[in-house]
Every structure is written in structure tokens, then in C-alpha cells.
């Protein structure tokens, strides 16, 4: 009777060591890790206060609010310009851009560097020279790279000469519109166009910085 | 055994029960700390350089070096498995070109150090492989799914406790392909697991070697094992 106890007692034995067995066969581990990156994009939006403007009128000085600026919407900090013109030349040869709502600089391109002024009833001064002249003689934050540049691919935009950084935006390129007016006034366009350029491009697998706006945009465009 | 070693084996025991019920009694003891070790294996997954959260550019290469450390008190064999993120993409070339259709891809490339192996069939994936003198990356399987690639390496030969492995390989990069095919901003993961198993007696896979370097079959057997744990 005690034999089959100690023979009951060691099969059971067995049995707990033989599952042992089965379960510690072979001792593992694992470890993970859940990596992420995010996909660059430089990423732009015109911001522009432009109430709905009134009608033109006649033989008139039409002043309007235009205030354009360019905001960083991306997740690089990126370089931007700016188109802006009249489609209609005749159109342009009568307006003028202001960046303070009381000087007001031709929208002819090429207009004389320096010229004559004259101060309409409200105290605002007109100015024969051309808007992009007085922004570049000015040398301040956005400069306008000439029709007839040497640097040919950057022709004709307004530039934004500092990075701009994420969720950040640019000053304004100007502020105020005004159109002269004659007998019969027809509707016109403004055209606004904004590119962006990631500041920082790849060069034999690493990440480097453009010098500044010019050779980040000749690198784009070539 | 007679009636009376019986008798005193059992009496033996009653005392030993009794001596420790009643120890309080006694004005000295001793004990003795036994302690039974079992066998212990543990990994730990490593990426030194890597930064989680970093912006992908095209072509531009970022530190990912993902290693696998024996933390355990075993020898193990150790692999990793490395995902990689795909979407419909317009390749372009270096002259920034698209150099095939738009496609079913992953997004990513990988680069191994000096002497780095590319995966068979792969222009994307190098990894720093095993050599006749020196322990490394031995690829072994790679599986496709609609958003992604699956890659499995198995180590060359057996990990002793404490030791490293050498990175899978060094950097990675989004691949160049037409703007906003992937919308920026988007998360991409790079999910990475390491698996490891006991070395010794794992008398489940046949042919294996007393030491050195695992063959490409031994280490898809073992890993075979070691997944099928996992499930």
C-alpha cells in the first residue's frame, strides 16, 4: 500500500516536471521600439486683410486696404516670395502699393529710382518712383529682383530675405492699394502668388542650410 | 528497508517538523540563504542615435542604429524585425526625374557602414552584414503586406551575456519621390523588434554548430521558434 503511495507520488512528480519541462522549454525575450519620423513639407498661405472693396469710382484716387503677408503653415522653415502685379499694364501705370498707408510708390516696375511727389487732399503722398526701387533702395527685409536682373531665374518676385520660421509669418509685402481712375473705370485684377522653399536641402546625404534667399532659390529653380 | 529504519527516518522527520514549530525554544539557530537559479534570458533594444519624432527630408540620412544587448545571464541567438512604411509613390532619380511609374513602395531606405550588404532583390535596404572574420546581420525573410515590408535578421552566432550586437545598420532616409504624393506632415512608424532566445540546448533545430557562425537555415529555424512564442 505505501509502495503505490511513493509510486502515485512520483509519477505526479514527473508529471509537474515533464509540464515544467514543456512550458521552460526554451527561455526567450523580446523588446520593441516604435520609432517615428515625420514627413517634411514646407507648406505656405497668403494671409491678406482685404475687406470687400467698394466700387471704383470716376476720375478719382480709389484707396483700398490690401495687407499681404505670407505665413508658414509647414513643419520647415522656408523661404518665400511673392508675385504680385495688374495683369494690365494700363491698369498698373495708375496704381500704387503703400507699406504704411501713407506713401504710395508706383506699381510701374520701372519706374524712375527717385521722382517727383504730390500730396492728395487726405495727406497721402504719391510718389512717381516705383514701389520695388524705394524697397530696394531701402534694403529692409523684402527686396525685388529686376526684369532685367543677372540673376535671371528670380526675376520678377518679391523676395523675403530671412527664413521664415514654423508657424511664423512674413511683415506685410504692403498694406494698402490705390488706383487712379478715369471717365470709365472697368473692373481689374490683382494678382497675389506665393512659392515657399524648404531652407535646409540635401547634399551626399546630409541635411545642410542655404547661405541666404538667393542661392536657396537659384538651387530650386535650376 | 526493516521495520525500525522506517521507525527512525519517521521520527527523524517528526523532529525536523517539530524543531520548526518549536524553534522559539532554542537559544541558537543558523540559516543558510539557498538561492536556486533558473535560466534567465533577457534583451534589451538599443538606437543610440536615433531621435523619435525627427523631420524626414528626401535623401537626407538620419541616425538610426538599432542593436541588441544580452541582458540575461544566458547565451542567446537574437534577431531583429524591422517594418517598414509604404505608400503609392512616384520614384524620381538623382536628376529629379521620375525614374518609374507611380507605384506601390516603401518609403524609406536604410545604410550600413562601410562594407554594408544590401538585401537581395532591394535597392533600398542595406544592413551590416556577417563576414568570414567577423559576427553580423544575416538576413533572413521578407514579408509584404499592403502598408508594409517586414525585414527579419538573425545574428551570425550566439550572444553571450553582456555582449552587444552591431547596429542592423547606421541611417536611414525618406526616399525621393514627387511632393505631397505622401502628405506632409505625415507620422511614419519604423516599428522595431528584437527577439531573443536561450543558445544552449535548443535541441529543437538540428545542425546546429558547437560555435561560430549560424547558417542562414539554422537562423530561420530558431527565429521560427522564436515567433512561433510570440504567437
Known amino acids: ?222 | 528497508m526493516d521495520k525500525k529504519k522506517l521507525i527512525a527516518a519517521a521520527a527523524a522527520g517528526s523532529l525536523l517538523v517539530l524543531c520548526s514549530l518549536a524553534i522559539a525554544y532554542f537559544t541558537d539557530y543558523d540559516t543558510k540563504n539557498n538561492v536556486f537559479t533558473v535560466g534567465n534570458v533577457s534583451l534589451e533594444l538599443n538606437e543610440e542615435h536615433f531621435t523619435d519624432g525627427q523631420l524626414a527630408r528626401a535623401d537626407v540620412k538620419l541616425d538610426k542604429d538599432p542593436t541588441v544587448k544580452n541582458t540575461g545571464v544566458n547565451d542567446e541567438f537574437v534577431f531583429l524585425e524591422v517594418k517598414v512604411p509604404k505608400g503609392e509613390i512616384t520614384l524620381l532619380g538623382s536628376d529629379g526625374k521620375p525614374s518609374a511609374a507611380k507605384s506601390l513602395q516603401e518609403l524609406l531606405s536604410f545604410f550600413g557602414g562601410s562594407g554594408a550588404q544590401t538585401v537581395s532583390g532591394s535597392d533600398n535596404f542595406a544592413y551590416n552584414s556577417s563576414t568570414s572574420s567577423s559576427d553580423g546581420w544575416v538576413f533572413l525573410e521578407k514579408t509584404s503586406a499592403e502598408k508594409e515590408d517586414t525585414y527579419v535578421f538573425g545574428y551570425s552566432s550566439a550572444l553571450s551575456s553582456g555582449d552587444e550586437t552591431i547596429s542592423l545598420f547606421d541611417k536611414f532616409a525618406l526616399r525621393k519621390f514627387i511632393e505631397e504624393e505622401i502628405e506632409g506632415g505625415t507620422k511614419l512608424k519604423i516599428p522595431v523588434n528584437a527577439y531573443g532566445i536561450q543558445a544552449d540546448s535548443l535541441d529543437g533545430v538540428s545542425g546546429l554548430p558547437e560555435s561560430g557562425s549560424l547558417s542562414v537555415q539554422n537562423l530561420r529555424d530558431i527565429f521560427e521558434i522564436c515567433r512561433n512564442k510570440q504567437n
Open chain 1, 1 to 222: 500500500m505505501k509502495k503505490r503511495k511513493v509510486l502515485t507520488g512520483s509519477a505526479v512528480l514527473l508529471a509537474v516536471l515533464a509540464a515544467a519541462g514543456g512550458i521552460m522549454a526554451y527561455l526567450g525575450a523580446s523588446d520593441d521600439a516604435e520609432n517615428t519620423v515625420e514627413v517634411a513639407h514646407d507648406k505656405i498661405t497668403v494671409t491678406e486683410n482685404f475687406p470687400k472693396p467698394s466700387d471704383l469710382s470716376s476720375n478719382s484716387n480709389n484707396y483700398y486696404t490690401k495687407e499681404v503677408a505670407v505665413a508658414n503653415t509647414g513643419n520647415v522653415d522656408c523661404y518665400v516670395r511673392v508675385y504680385a502685379d495688374f495683369p494690365d499694364s494700363h491698369t498698373a501705370a495708375e496704381s500704387y502699393y503703400s507699406a504704411d498707408g501713407v506713401n504710395y510708390y508706383s506699381a510701374v516696375r520701372d519706374a524712375e529710382l527717385s521722382g517727383d511727389t504730390q500730396t492728395d487732399d487726405n495727406g497721402r503722398t504719391l510718389h512717381t518712383q516705383s514701389f520695388v526701387n524705394m524697397l530696394n533702395s531701402r534694403d529692409g527685409e523684402w527686396i525685388f529682383v529686376p526684369d532685367d536682373d543677372s540673376s535671371e531665374k528670380l526675376r520678377g518676385y518679391f523676395y523675403y530675405k530671412e527664413p521664415v520660421k514654423v508657424g511664423e509669418s512674413t511683415p506685410d509685402l504692403f498694406t494698402n492699394v490705390m488706383i487712379k481712375t478715369g471717365e470709365a473705370p472697368e473692373s481689374l485684377d490683382l494678382v497675389v502668388y506665393a512659392e515657399s522653399v524648404d531652407c535646409v536641402y540635401e547634399e551626399s546625404g546630409q541635411a545642410k542650410t542655404y547661405a541666404d534667399y538667393a542661392s536657396a532659390w537659384n538651387a530650386f529653380l535650376n
